[in-house]
Nanobody, 119 residues
Framework: EEKLVESGGGLVQPGGSLRLSCAAF????????MKWVRQAPGKGLEWVST????????NYADSVQGRFTISRDNVKKMLYLQMNSLKPEDTAVYYC????????????RGQGTQVTVSS
């Protein structure tokens, strides 16, 4: 079974940091482009960041550029999202997903992890 499992969410104060992790199961992780998407309360899915399979090229939404860093470990079959300088508007459920491009399109997605930024 192809599966993605996120972890690392939680409650953090504005300006704080969190690192999200995503473990991949049941497929050859190294050959796929991966991404993070998020869904804020009452809103639709928003693309956050993408990392390619080969050279690890990264791309970010304007809203997180310079604050978030996506990375991957193909040996461990793990995807990461380092989030710094968090803002209340970053509050959302964050999903790890398998898919290309700067979009919310994917074919496999995890169950999500809640990130709440509040004082």
């Amino acid at each position: 079974e192809e599966k993605l499992v996120e972890s690392g969410g939680g409650l953090v104060q504005p300006g704080g940091s969190l690192r999200l992790s995503c473990a991949a199961f049941g497929f050859t992780f190294s050959i796929y482009t991966m991404k993070w998407v998020r869904q804020a309360p009452g809103k639709g899915l928003e693309w956050v960041s993408t990392i390619t399979s080969g050279n690890g090229y990264t791309n970010y939404a304007d809203s997180v550029q310079g604050r978030f860093t996506i990375s991957r470990d193909n040996v461990k079959k793990m995807l990461y999202l380092q989030m710094n300088s968090l803002k209340p508007e970053d509050t959302a459920v964050y999903y790890c997903a398998r898919g290309h491009g700067s979009s919310t399109l994917f074919d496999v997605r995890g169950q999500g992890t809640q990130v709440t930024v509040s004082s």
